[in-house]
């Protein structure tokens, strides 16, 4: 690999305008007036305080503190010009508390202390300032201290514990804009809007889905927005000033190959290159050696493609499931996950090694450790004096799905009851615990709930009508899918024809139908026919509908060597649209894509079902055909459409008895 830089950019800026919000944080703290340092802005654009939710920094949405003292400890990105002075929140107290408090501290310094209002919601605000920096975070620890009212057992609040929500991060000061092209990429980022030309060639759209995937991928916990604009013809990008935390990019082809960061005091930087070097390019910016790239224009040359093989075996801790343990009274449980798209493929017959330990019982008590999943025991042993065990637990098929949450519990008996008397137990599961599974074909959970893992570790891309629109909609997809992984997807854009052909996994744009016979999508429409597949080829159900439904689609399908995922519509690209911008709106709707279509039709919102299995549950239910029929109401979406119930019923009583057979 090699990698030229070229004009060296002026330093200083970026380290003196964080230097000069740190310290700006402190004297704020003390009230006392701030005098701003050469580097700062100018007094129209004062520093200010900038609340950035803890999502959006990947800590989650809620910070919990069980039992009468707990300590949380989070690490803070340093930000350009900017430096964490608070965190804020509203806290949800405990029952039956007369006093509590809660104290920032870094590395053994206390930083503040507020006393909690007795008040069931109340907002809080704890400083960060003197907190120290260590390489470019600042690591504090929060820590509660509660005390009940007199007679009441502090362990009674396990199931109601402290919870700090609508927590945010302060970050004080002015954002210090991009000067070179290792900086551009910031730790936080809100907001990507790449530039596009409005006739893209394939290598600029190609560019465009795979810098989506890699970004998404590079800020996996925080919910970043990604934006596709076009250029129209004599306009030159960009067409706004960017937001806080808001990066601009533009896409083109040329000969003029590598990377520039232009545009004064509000940057964008331009990525161009021809069919064989634009992509080297791309797979710079977003990997680490970007921060090699400290000038304002740079250039890769030959960046290799790492190779993605998914394991046969694996450990607790490779998946992402570093601190396996826990300390409670009586029950205590230790919850970890089976990432699926961590595996890197659709698994199953998934066997886990669980070792480690727990504080050894008394003579006088007894107690079982059971391994779980949701409501089902899957196994279970009376626990051994030494504390220790060891033992493989192999997780039913049935039970799988994209992320599957085990629980290990530490159940005692013969407990002494009485608040203080009972010991606590500390249960500790080794994060090296190896994890061993098979490639499941066709892949267990099907349907949307297969994706990414049944997309890895390439994938193809085809649109039916190349150039901006379908770009964009292939773009919206492999963001919608890659929000579900850390473990960045490689889409290859391909003609339309070699992806229906191929064997690879793939996902197919085609906004106005016509998909070739080839595949064979769950839900489908012919004429004023509508088309139910079910889990066999040749289970088909038809119903007419008059007027025929107009409806956009992302199903879904197996095509008995791959899956493929399709952006489709009835001749009505408007519904596909509306249900990719409603998805990539939340980014906890893509942790809902499951079964096999998601359907946006009239003015409904898009929701996910099932429509064979919709069948067989209605005959179930019923059996008749005077029964309400709930596919019939779901698709119908108000729309006054006619239905042939004693057909619908028909096709449904074959398809339960095909399905019992």
Known sequence: MILRVFRSATRGPAARGLCTAAFAAAITALALPVTPAPG?????????????????????????????????????????????????????LPPTLTHGTLEARSAQRLLDRVNLPLDPRAPVRISLAGAEVVGNAVSVSLTSSLLPESGICPDDWQGQPLTLTDASVVYFGEETQPTTVAEFLPPVLNRLTMYLPANPSDTESAAVLALSAAATARY????????IRRIESGATPPDHPPAFLERQIVIQEGSDTG????????????????????????????????????????????????????????????????????????????????????????????RVHLHGNHTPLPDTLNGQLAVTIGDRQIAARPVVSSGRFDQWVTIPNELLTRFTTVSVTLQQAGL??????????????????????????????????????????????????????????AAQILVAVQRLTAVPLRPQLVSFDTAVRSDQPAVLVAANGGLPS???????????????????????TKIDLKPPLSFGSLQATWTGKRMVVVGTSTQAPEHLDRLLNWLLADPDRSFRLAGPVLLQAGDRDPEFFDPAADLAQQVTASGTEDSPIPLARRLALGGGVALAAGLVVAAGILLQRRRNR
Do not use: W
């Open 518 to 540: 080839s595949i064979t999508l769950p839900l489908d429409r012919s004429g004023d026919t509508l088309i139910v597949y079910g889990d066999d080829a040749d289970l088909e």
């Open 220 to 227: 996996a916990n925080q919910p970043v927005a990604v934006d």
């Open 259 to 350: 990377l520039r960061v232009t545009g004064g005091p509000a940057p964008s930087l331009t990525v161009s290159g021809d069919k064989n070097s634009l992509p080297t390019q791309i797979r710079l910016l977003t990997s680490d050696l970007s921060r090699a790239a400290m000038a304002g224009s740079a250039t890769a040359i030959g960046l290799p493609v790492a190779p993605q093989l998914a394991p046969e075996s694996t450990t607790l801790q490779e998946l992402g499931q570093g601190r396996l343990s826990a300390t409670a009274i009586g029950y205590v449980k230790v919850d970890f996950a089976i990432d699926m798209t961590r595996l890197g493929r659709p698994s199953k017959n998934v």
């Open 40 to 92: 700062l802005p100018a007094a129209n654009a004062a520093p200010a305080d900038n609340p950035i939710p803890l999502q959006s920094l990947g800590l989650g949405k809620a910070l919990l503190f069980p039992g009468r003292e707990h300590e949380v400890t989070l690490t803070l990105p340093l930000l350009p010009g900017l430096a964490p002075a608070a965190i804020t929140g509203t806290v949800q």
């Open 416 to 473: 002494t009851h009485g608040c203080g008397l009972e010991q606590p137990v500390t249960l500790t599961i080794d994060p090296d615990g190896e994890v061993q599974g098979q490639l499941s074909k066709p892949p267990v959970p099907g349907g949307l709930g297969a994706v990414p893992q049944a997309l890895m570790p390439q994938l193809q891309v085809g649109l039916q009508t190349p150039g901006f629109a379908d770009t964009v909609r």
